[in-house]
């Protein structure tokens, strides 16, 4: 049997917060690798006009709301993903690195400049 998508039921905006920050965990000037396989993001990109730049991808600042939404960071604590310093950092747990939110080549687009 297939693994079940998004088995943990996060809505659309954790999703997509989710997808954000495992790209920024791969991006050694956002994040820190941690010894327990967490990785921690201490440095949250700021949209330029209506986009920012997440490691080699752009994505819409529309796409990152997530990012100023401590209910958000709650939630992704809460399920077993991250652990919240909002709003200054926040670690993916190894949970959080690895869950497969489905979002990654819809919402990360290559750089163009």
């Known amino acids: ?13 954790q999703l997509k917060t989710l997808t954000l920050l495992q790209e920024l965990a791969r991006d050694p000037q956002h994040a820190t ?3 327990n396989g967490g990785v921690r993001v201490g440095q949250l990109p700021h949209p330029h006009g209506d986009h920012f730049h997440v490691g080699a991808y752009v994505a819409l600042a529309s796409d990152a709301t997530g990012f100023g939404n401590q209910a958000v960071w709650v939630v992704l604590e809460r399920k ?23 979002l ?3 919402i990360l687009h290559g750089g163009h400049h």
């Open 33 to 35: 690798t941690l010894e």
């Open 1 to 13: 049997m297939a693994p079940k998508k998004n088995p943990l039921k996060l809505n659309r905006l």
């Open 80 to 102: 077993g993903l991250a652990r919240s310093a909002f709003p200054l950092a926040i670690e993916l747990t190894p949970a959080g690195l690895a869950y497969d939110t489905g």
């Open 104 to 106: 990654r080549h819809e």
